[in-house]
Each structure stands twice: as C-alpha cells, then as structure tokens.
C-alpha cells in the first residue's frame, strides 16, 4: 500500500549553467517528508509510488559522490533510509541534506552529487516514462551533443508523487516559458 503524506509543495532550487556543467532553467524540485517510510521495504514504497505516475526504470542504492548529470533523461530519487548532504548544481551550487521520505525531481543537466551520508544512506531512483539515463561528468568534450539532448526532452507527462495534477508540469512549464 502507497503512503503519501498531505500534499507537500515543493522547494524550488534554480541552477544556471556554469560552463562546466548546463544546469537547467527548469528549477529542481525537493519534496520534504512527502511519502512515509514506516514500511518493513521502504524502498517498494517510492518504486510503485513512482511507476504509478510513469516513473519507472527504477533501482535502489546511493548517489554518486562526484559530481554528474543526465542529458537523455530528468531523474527522481527517493529516499528511503538513512540521510546525505547533496550538491546540487555543481561546485558553485547548494549543498541539501535530504532524509527519509524527502523525494527530490532533478532535471535534466543539473549537477549532483553525495558529499556525505550515513552509513545507511538509500535512494529509489526511476526516470518519467521509463528513459534510460546517461551519465556525464562535466568533462570536455561532453557539449554541445548533452546540450542537444537536454533540449529536446519532453515534458514528462506526470509528477512523480501526485501525477497528472501535480505541480511538476505547471512548475517545469512557468520556468521554461520565463527562460525564453
């Protein structure tokens, strides 16, 4: 059974590029508390909560501790145990510290990475419509072809916490047309 708390609007963290990394003018998205992790395997929890919504392609473990990005798809990741210290938006970006239950939308182009966690530290990742995901560092060479990619990117079609009526879309949609 889905346990979602009451609707939680999300923090809005906006990361322009820095010339190593694009970042993205659609801001990442952090859903505080917003489904309970009280279950014997949490981690179901967040993967059929997400592959409800079209969030599938879905695995269990940490986040990487170099700084990374996707360009083929957005990511959402859930956390399921334990707690970390995110960077997000490269060097210069915002450090996070996420916990049990926090889920956080990361667009496509934006820089993560895990600078500390607990030993138990867990994460759900899964991509809107089940994309299969790249991983680039920010290296030369990487652009313009992440650029190109990043582009053209649809809109995925839900939220990956409360789908078609969520924030997500009218978010994403408001940032992209005020980009323009």
Known sequence: MIQQQDFVQP????FKDDGVFPNSPLPLLLYR?????DAEDPASIFEEHFAENDWSNSWRDGVYSFPHYHSTS?????????MATLRLGGEHGK???????????????V??????ASDNFGVVGAYPGGRHWDLLRG????????????????MPENDPIYGAE???????KDAGASSK
């Open 166 to 172: 969520g924030p997500l879309r009218r978010i994403w």
């Open 139 to 154: 290296l030369p060479g990487e652009r313009p072809k992440a650029d190109h990619n990043i582009a053209a990117l649809p």
């Open 111 to 116: 820089a993560h990475q895990n600078i500390g």
């Open 11 to 14: 923090e809005q963290f906006p």
């Open 95 to 109: 450090n996070v510290e996420v916990n049990p239950g926090d889920v956080i939308v990361i667009p496509a182009g």
């Open 33 to 37: 508390r917003a489904i309970t992790t």
């Open 74 to 82: 957005h990511e959402v990741l859930g956390v399921y145990s334990g």
